[in-house]
């Protein structure tokens, strides 16, 4: 009774008692939908509609698995969009496709790939096109802090999504922890993926995204402070640093790296990272590539620098590094290990540095008149212009042969107590 006022005309048994014929046929319920009967029997559920004057046929399922009462529910459904203008195949299309997102997105994850077109894919794909632009290590430094800072709040985030307040949501940490160098940093690069995706947002990659949510966030991070790293200055406080230095009773791999630092006086990081190929004690040179500046960097060896590379050369000679990690995993001494000797000392950071090696010598060469040029090229603090720099090598490298030595002397003569006695270069 119901069904004929609905104007619903088929039954259960009508439909299950429906057979093949030798062309297909409906077995018709209400107005344009139907039970398509196939000539090999299957039986469809369709739907003949018409919306912005377009004749359209819409599949809703294979009896038996869907029965009657389901297949008009579902006519039902979609009558209802079709009578506020709306094209019920567009919505099966928009659910199909975000299926297919879901399983794609599911398949990347599981094969570790970042989820299309969100943040960490387009910070990935802009890490890989800057790689040849910069030093591995320096690169491997990005990758590390969007690992441990960026991606695990808005990695998987669509990148067009990203606002302002989850920009600073990644930085607010470090900021409250004064780690205000690494904010900056991460700041300026999660800025340079968001242009990066900016500029190859063709074809509605990336969202189509066209704005930076980064730049209202730059002001928000405070000014970093000039930190300068501690060192000893006066040649009395220095001597007892030297005399502690060769009391260390540490690895001889860690006593060797101590001794050497305050005659080299380069940065921490590329002491540890000395390879016996750069190193030629019959030059007495240890020549190699500055990351930082990068340049090929020339190392004048005192006689007294010589002497640690020698007996450190019985030990470590065979392998690549000079100070090879104690765990003997083919990498260098570990960047903490010179700072932890120096605290073993007594030393904290606050008053003496690894890299405080270097004010030390800066320090005293300078007031025993040495050439501030040769003084800086010896630093490695290079000038811009590569001309002048490449002249500056080839005009100071003497000099610094006899600075480096007489620098050796100066040391030794402080660490066995020697009467201080301010040297001039015009005395060698």
């Known amino acids: 009774m119901n069904e004929r006022k609905d104007n619903l005309i088929a039954s259960d048994a009508t439909i299950r008692n429906a057979k093949a014929k030798d062309k297909p046929y409906r077995v018709k319920d209400a107005k344009g939908f139907y039970l398509l009967i196939n000539i090999d029997s299957s039986k469809w559920w369709r739907l003949d509609y018409a919306i912005n004057d377009k004749r359209k046929t819409l599949s809703l399922g294979v009896y038996p698995a869907i029965g009657l009462s389901e297949a008009r529910e579902k006519f039902k459904d979609a009558q209802a969009l079709i009578k506020q203008g709306i094209d019920p195949s567009d919505i099966r299309k928009v659910a199909k496709a975000e299926k297919a997102a879901a399983i794609d997105m599911k398949n990347r994850i599981d094969a570790g790939f970042p989820i299309k077109d969100s943040f960490k894919d387009a910070a990935l794909t802009w890490l890989g096109s800057i790689a040849h ?31 302002s307040h989850e920009v600073f949501s990644v930085l607010q940490p470090l900021i409250d922890k004064m780690q205000l ?7 300026a690069e999660i800025s340079s993926v968001f242009c990066y995706a900016i500029a190859h947002a063709k074809n509605g990659k990336y969202g189509g995204i066209d704005y930076d949510p980064a730049q209202a966030v730059a002001k928000q991070i405070p ?20 005399r502690n230095i060769y009391s260390y009773q540490g690895t001889f791999v860690v006593q060797c790296a101590l001794r050497l630092s305050p005659l080299l006086f380069q940065r921490p990081g590329e002491i540890r990272q000395m390879e016996w190929k750069d190193v030629d004690l019959v030059a007495k040179e240890w020549r190699y590539f500055v990351t930082k500046t990068e340049v090929l960097h020339i190392v004048p060896l005192s006689a007294q620098a010589i002497t640690i590379l020698e007996e450190i050369k019985q030990l470590t000679g065979t392998g690549r590094y000079v100070f090879p990690s104690i765990r003997g995993n083919g990498r260098p001494m570990s960047n903490g290990t010179i700072i932890a ?18 004010t030390t010598a800066s320090t005293l060469l300078n007031e025993q008149g040495w050439s501030p040029d040769a003084i800086e090229r010896q630093l490695c603090h290079m000038p811009k212009d590569e001309v002048r720099a490449a002249y500056n090598r080839a ?19 402080l660490k066995n107590g020697a009467v201080i006695i301010p040297l001039s270069k015009t005395a060698n």
């Open 133 to 163: 632009t910069v030093q591995p290590v320096t690169h491997e430094k990005k990758t590390t802090r969007f690992e441990l800072h960026v991606f695990p709040l808005i990695g998987n985030k669509p990148i067009k999504e990203i606002k």
């Open 395 to 413: 005009q100071y490298l003497q000099e610094r042969r006899r600075m480096m030595q007489s620098w050796g002397d100066y040391l030794d003569s």
């Open 341 to 358: 000797a120096l605290k073993t000392l007594g030393y904290s950071s606050d008053v003496m540095t690894a890299h405080g090696f270097r």
């Open 223 to 242: 000014a970093q402070k000039v930190k300068h790293r501690a060192a000893l200055t006066e040649p009395r406080e220095v001597a007892q640093l030297l």
């Open 181 to 187: 160098e690494t904010a900056h940093r991460i700041h």
